[in-house]
């Protein structure tokens, strides 16, 4: 008996197959069904086996392959960033993929599933063995995510990649919809939600300036926003007393019924940007706590901040890797932490827009005296900060 469920996502199997001019096997084949290489996410696939279906269609979804070993462990492969492209990287690190459609046996009440991460790149190998474990959501859980409930059983290395081993033990109130990650994810659709909730719920604040704007289109058409945060305090006004504003910029700001931000001349800024790289999630996660502490923490200290300094935000400068489910790359495989010495709006919008920004802070009369870029560490453990060195501006650049 095939369940409405089953149905459905055979349906959406067979639909990506004929719009990849694949040929569509039976789905209850020992080997897989599969849609092919002309799929423009090529990183979000689909794997029907007998006991279970694997797949990754879904925002920031990563599974290159999938593979039977036995109805009860199957093998991994993660998409390297810019798959089955010229502009393809060997950066193997996220993995996020769906299991649906398990086939717990009448007489057992769960179901033990091995999964090996086959290909992951050897970046990761002081984290598991300082116990790292990847991160899953289920019906059970209510969709919140948490660590594995269990260690990971083995890890091998062979100088380059590492495989990663564990299980889950698939009850029948999770035979559907569990996700495994690498890490706890955050998606484009995440940063566009919490935006519009704290923008939502700041609106008619007497204590904060709280300003947003569209900023510029990545690549693929994904907005950047920009955010700006302060107390209502010291507005910079011109000769005739009219409020100051924030000139616009080249090739930014393409809403142009939205003003630009009150100047603050008398305060310092601050610039704070977050995900140029697509897999460091936390990033995002400690954004959200710095930003949910400045707007609703209401405590003196916070106070003293907001009246001293403004917070200038990106939320997400590459949001094109992050909806691809990336480890570093952008759509064109670029490492965007590196090329803010060349960026140019059309082929690195987020960096470019960065340059301009922290130049526009820091005139006028005006001082920008940090930007901090929010990452996430391959083996460095705890929270840390990197800062520059040298004495004078010269000796930092160098």
Not at 114 to 132: C, L
Not at 367 to 393: C, E, M, R
């Amino acid at each position: 008996e095939i369940n409405l469920r089953f149905f459905l996502i055979a349906l959406v199997f067979i639909m990506g197959n004929f719009l990849c001019n694949e040929k569509v096997r039976d789905p209850i084949d020992s080997e897989p069904d599969i849609c092919g290489t002309n799929n423009p996410y090529p990183q979000r696939t689909m794997y029907i086996f007998p006991e279970l279906t694997i797949d990754s269609q879904f925002e920031s979804g990563n599974l290159q392959k999938a593979e039977r070993v036995d109805n009860k462990t199957y093998d991994i492969y993660i998409a390297p960033d810019n798959l089955n492209t010229p502009q393809q990287t060997k950066h193997r690190v996220w993995f996020y993929f769906r299991v649906s459609r398990v086939n717990i046996p009448d007489d057992n009440d769960t179901h033990l599933v091995s999964f090996r991460i086959k290909n992951m790149d050897d970046m990761e190998i002081n984290n598991y063995k300082n116990g790292m474990r990847p991160v899953y959501s289920a019906p059970s859980t209510n969709g919140e995510w948490h660590y594995l409930p269990t260690p990971i059983t083995d890890m091998k290395h062979d100088g380059e990649n590492i495989e990663v081993y564990f299980d889950y033990r698939f009850s029948k109130a999770d035979t559907d919809d569990v996700y495994f990650a690498f890490t706890f994810p955050y998606t484009y659709a995440d940063a566009s939600k919490y935006v519009e909730t704290i923008s939502t719920k700041i609106a008619k604040s007497e204590k904060i300036y709280y300003h947003r704007e569209h900023l510029i289109n990545s690549i693929e058409g994904r907005k950047l926003e920009l955010l700006t945060i302060t107390a209502h305090t010291n507005y910079s006004k011109s000769n005739s007393e009219q409020v100051e504003r924030e000139e616009r910029l080249k090739d930014l700001f393409p809403n142009q019924e939205v003003t630009r931000p009150i100047l603050f001349k008398e305060k310092d800024y601050i610039f704070i940007t977050a995900r140029v790289h697509p897999c460091e999630s936390p990033a995002n996660f400690m954004l959200e706590g710095l930003l949910n502490h400045l707007l609703f923490a209401e405590t003196p200290q916070v106070q003293a901040l907001l009246e001293k300094y403004v917070f200038v935000v990106i939320p997400m400068l590459n949001p094109d890797g992050v909806e691809r489910g990336h480890y570093r790359s952008d759509t064109r495989g670029k490492d965007l932490n590196r090329v803010y010495h060349a960026a140019t709006a059309d082929k690195h919008p987020g960096p470019y827009a960065v340059l301009e920004i922290a130049k526009s802070l820091n005139s006028k009369g005006r001082q920008l005296v940090q930007y901090i870029d929010l990452h996430a560490h391959s083996n460095k453990d705890s929270g840390f900060s990197l800062f520059d060195w040298g004495d004078t501006p010269q000796e930092r650049i160098n």
